[in-house]
């Protein structure tokens, strides 16, 4: 079972998209290309375009499942991501917040050469976490990431009552 490197952020939304997820524009390029190559296999009729773009998007975008459990001390996040590797991911862990990107090659049926599919799932947490304690697994196509929770600290008058 693969551990995988788990990135800290300060504040939530201060990580910027790993490496391994591309920029925006990555994504939206592959898209256009795949929604091009339907347009394309319908004979380039007019009239399905936006089909055309919601498919591709599918294809290439990938938002999983994923369960989250809360205990006492801990959050867990799973989260089923076939066609991924364990060296694909990038976890970030914000104080509040999980963010879990992805990216990888693939050949799409029927097609030359190769075109990326990116995985992208956030989870706001109810409590802060130690990011600095964050650990992430994938085995057998499931990624499991474990964020204890902070220690409140106790007030002195609350605690004396």
Do not use: N
């Not at 867990?76 to 060296?87: L, N, Q, Y």
């Not at 976490?129 to 697994?137: C, D, L, Q």
Request: proline residues 7%; negative net charge; glycine residues 6%.
């Amino acid at each position: 079972m693969p551990k995988l490197m788990v990135h800290q952020a300060e504040e939530s939304g201060t990580a910027t998209i790993s490496p391994s997820f591309g920029e925006a524009g990555e994504v939206m390029e592959a898209v256009r290309r795949r929604a091009y190559a339907l347009f394309e296999q319908r004979g380039s009729l007019p009239g399905g375009e936006l089909d055309d773009w919601l498919r591709a998007k599918g294809e290439i975008v990938f938002v999983p499942q994923a369960e989250v459990k809360e205990t006492a001390k801990s959050f867990s996040v799973k989260m089923a991501a076939p066609g991924f590797a364990a060296d694909d991911f990038d976890v970030i862990a914000s104080p509040q917040e999980l963010r879990v990107e992805a990216k990888t090659e693939r050949r799409p049926v029927a097609s030359e050469g190769y075109e990326p599919r990116f995985l992208c799932g956030r989870f706001d947490l109810k409590a802060p976490i130690r990011t600095e304690k964050v650990t992430a697994r994938f085995d057998e196509g499931v990624l499991t990431v474990q964020a204890p929770k902070k220690v409140q600290a106790v007030p002195a008058q609350a605690a004396a009552a």
